[in-house]
């Protein structure tokens, strides 16, 4: 205990030392002001349209169900095939990471036979694209604050070295590692300020729009907030490393601006613009095509409507010992209905599959770029946190899908019931379709997504400490 007292009383005036240099530069401090300020704008912004995607969901939400209960004495054929809309709700995270949700729509029609995508994108208007390709909180955080620890902190060692009073330092017989310590603690400091409107504007912003259970939005917002500390201190030991590595601030900068160029601006794009000149993903159209052709037929084969009512209606004729399907003892329609649905589902079921399939090679490309970037590691990472990746696309749209499947079987059966007092119609029928209550899935659910971003982080900072902490007294 008294070994670990005596190094950070050691550690203290060193730091302050470096502290004391970084304030004295007046590029540091005005950049970071502004830097600090566009965040801040940033997240207000983000947080508006939050708040104002969040309220339009809930108004549109209550509504369809209203229209829903409200439809009176309507055929239930009719209803099933006008089926509603449900909308997916925003998480109150998703304002420190918005992700894929400008772009991954946020309104789904369930109806029988068909199994729509979603769509109402909010990238779709027009100001928000140019605002979502400059800037989100995350991608602010993630990609600039590293810039300005690259510029704050690439001749942390080569200008002292260049100075020569990095000797004269060393000859008090200050340990190296004390030293790059100090330097990184220095640096991560700088790096937390920078970070701070993120930590605490987005934090409580995040948790004043909570719509999950305490414990798993405060969860979410902490390991986000964790991971993104952690991203930083992985910088600020990488920039101090390449500093005492190297024999120039020219040099260091280069290095610096090269790695970082390429890691955030180039792998991304890169990494799916390549499989995409060999993989091309279809359109919506084309996708639509699929069990379009299936279900309607073409010169080569039979509508599936067609060919299941006439199947139906032998089995059913004489099954029952009738002449005519309205002798049945039931309403023959909606067992149609029933059925057809079983194999409409079946094709929508393999086409998603299939589509998922071709997003394959794309998502292993990501998977791969990211153990080469640290940016898009903790991007994946962040995103997860905040319900704005595939993962959370995926789980919404199969929770839209399994509720369609729902509410056609129930309108369905009640549609196989001849007209009787008895008879399931009217708002008793309306009611029993259930309301849409989407749960986005818990922490523990979405872990295996996490912990390959950490790994990689992991490996990249015992790299630099390693690299760093070995003396490097000869260059200069």
Same mark, same amino acid.
């Given at each position: 205990?008294?070994?670990?007292?005596?190094?950070?009383?050691?550690?203290?005036?060193?730091?302050?030392?470096?502290?004391?240099?970084?304030?004295?530069?007046?590029?540091?401090?005005?950049?970071?002001?502004?830097?600090?300020?566009?965040?801040?704008?940033?997240?207000?912004?983000?947080?508006?349209? *939050?708040?104002?995607?969040?309220? &339009?969901?809930?108004?549109?939400?209550?509504?369809?169900?209203?229209?829903?209960?409200?439809?009176?004495?309507?055929?239930?054929?009719?209803?099933?095939?006008?089926?509603?809309?449900?909308?997916?709700?925003?998480?109150?995270?998703?304002?420190?990471?918005?992700?894929?949700?400008? =772009?991954?729509? @946020?309104?789904?029609?369930?109806?029988?036979?068909?199994?729509?995508?979603?769509?109402?994108?909010?990238?779709?208007?027009?100001?928000? $694209?140019?605002?979502?390709?400059?800037?989100?909180?995350?991608?602010?955080?993630?990609?600039?604050?590293?810039?300005?620890?690259?510029? =704050?902190?690439?001749?942390?060692?080569?200008?002292?070295?260049?100075?020569?009073?990095?000797?004269?330092?060393?000859?008090?017989?200050?340990?190296?590692?004390?030293?790059?310590?100090?330097?990184?603690?220095?640096?991560?400091?700088? &790096?937390?300020?920078?970070?701070?409107?993120?930590?605490?504007?987005?934090?409580?912003?995040?948790?004043?729009?909570?719509?999950?259970?305490?414990?798993?939005? @405060?969860?979410?917002?902490?390991?986000?907030?964790?991971?993104?500390?952690? =991203?930083?201190?992985?910088?600020?030991?990488?920039?101090?490393?390449?500093?005492?590595?190297?024999?120039?601030?020219?040099?260091?900068?280069?290095?610096?601006?090269?790695?970082?160029?390429?890691?955030?601006?180039?792998?991304?794009?890169?990494?799916?613009?390549?499989?995409?000149?060999?993989?091309?993903?279809?359109?919506?159209?084309?996708?639509?095509?699929?069990?379009?052709?299936?279900? =309607?037929?073409?010169?080569?084969?039979?509508?599936?409507?067609?060919?299941?009512?006439?199947?139906?209606?032998?089995?059913?004729?004489?099954?029952?010992?009738?002449?005519?399907?309205?002798?049945?003892?039931?309403?023959?329609?909606?067992?149609?209905?029933?059925?057809?649905?079983?194999?409409?589902?079946?094709?929508?079921?393999?086409?998603?599959?299939?589509?998922?399939?071709?997003?394959?090679?794309?998502?292993?490309?990501?998977?791969?770029?990211?153990?080469?970037?640290?940016?898009?590691?903790?991007?994946?990472?962040? &995103?997860?946190?905040?319900?704005?990746?595939?993962? *959370?696309?995926?789980?919404?749209?199969? &929770?839209?899908?399994?509720?369609?499947?729902?509410?056609?079987?129930?309108?369905?059966?009640?549609?196989?019931?001849?007209?009787?007092?008895?008879?399931?119609?009217?708002?008793?029928?309306?009611?029993?379709?259930?309301?849409?209550?989407?749960?986005?899935?818990?922490?523990?659910?979405?872990?295996?997504? $996490?912990?390959?971003?950490?790994? $990689?982080?992991?490996?990249?900072?015992?790299?630099?400490?390693?690299?760093?902490?070995?003396?490097?007294?000869?260059?200069?």
């Amino acid at each position: 205990m008294s070994q670990v007292k005596s190094v950070i009383q050691k550690l203290i005036p060193l730091v302050n030392l470096e502290l004391s240099y970084l304030r004295s530069e007046r590029m540091i401090w005005i950049s970071g002001l502004i830097f600090m300020i566009v965040l801040t704008g940033e997240l207000i912004l983000t947080a508006h349209d *939050h708040a104002r995607l969040r309220t &339009a969901a809930e108004r549109a939400t209550a509504a369809e169900r209203e229209n829903w209960l409200n439809q009176g004495d309507r055929d239930p054929h009719g209803a099933a095939h006008h089926g509603t809309f449900l909308f997916k709700p925003v998480l109150p995270v998703s304002l420190l990471d918005p992700g894929l949700l400008p =772009y991954s729509g @946020t309104t789904i029609r369930v109806e029988a036979h068909v199994r729509h995508r979603l769509t109402n994108r909010p990238a779709e208007n027009d100001v928000e $694209l140019i605002r979502s390709s400059l800037s989100t909180p995350a991608k602010l955080v993630q990609g600039v604050i590293p810039l300005l620890l690259i510029l =704050y902190g690439c001749g942390a060692i080569t200008r002292e070295r260049q100075q020569g009073t990095f000797s004269i330092i060393r000859s008090f017989g200050i340990p190296w590692s004390l030293l790059i310590s100090a330097k990184n603690v220095a640096l991560l400091v700088v &790096a937390f300020i920078l970070v701070s409107p993120y930590f605490i504007i987005g934090t409580g912003l995040s948790l004043y729009f909570e719509s999950l259970s305490g414990a798993q939005i @405060t969860l979410r917002v902490f390991l986000l907030g964790m991971g993104t500390a952690f =991203y930083l201190f992985c910088w600020s030991c990488f920039v101090i490393m390449i500093s005492a590595r190297t024999r120039s601030s020219q040099m260091s900068l280069t290095v610096l601006l090269m790695f970082w160029g390429i890691t955030t601006l180039c792998l991304p794009p890169l990494s799916t613009n390549l499989v995409s000149l060999t993989n091309a993903l279809p359109s919506q159209e084309e996708v639509r095509k699929w069990s379009n052709q299936r279900k =309607y037929g073409n010169e080569e084969s039979t509508n599936i409507y067609r060919k299941i009512r006439e199947e139906l209606t032998k089995e059913m004729l004489t099954k029952y010992q009738v002449k005519s399907t309205r002798e049945l003892p039931f309403n023959f329609s909606g067992l149609v209905m029933l059925e057809t649905e079983k194999v409409t589902d079946r094709f929508y079921q393999e086409d998603t599959d299939r589509l998922r399939e071709l997003q394959k090679p794309y998502e292993r490309a990501v998977a791969a770029a990211a153990w080469l970037s640290p940016f898009m590691a903790i991007h994946q990472f962040t &995103a997860s946190l905040a319900g704005t990746d595939n993962y *959370h696309h995926d789980h919404f749209d199969a &929770a839209a899908e399994e509720y369609r499947q729902h509410l056609v079987q129930v309108v369905n059966k009640a549609d196989t019931q001849k007209e009787s007092p008895e008879a399931l119609r009217g708002s008793s029928l309306w009611k029993a379709v259930r309301e849409f209550e989407y749960q986005p899935p818990s922490v523990s659910a979405i872990s295996h997504v $996490l912990w390959s971003p950490i790994l $990689l982080l992991v490996i990249w900072l015992a790299s630099s400490l390693v690299m760093a902490m070995k003396p490097n007294d000869s260059q200069g």
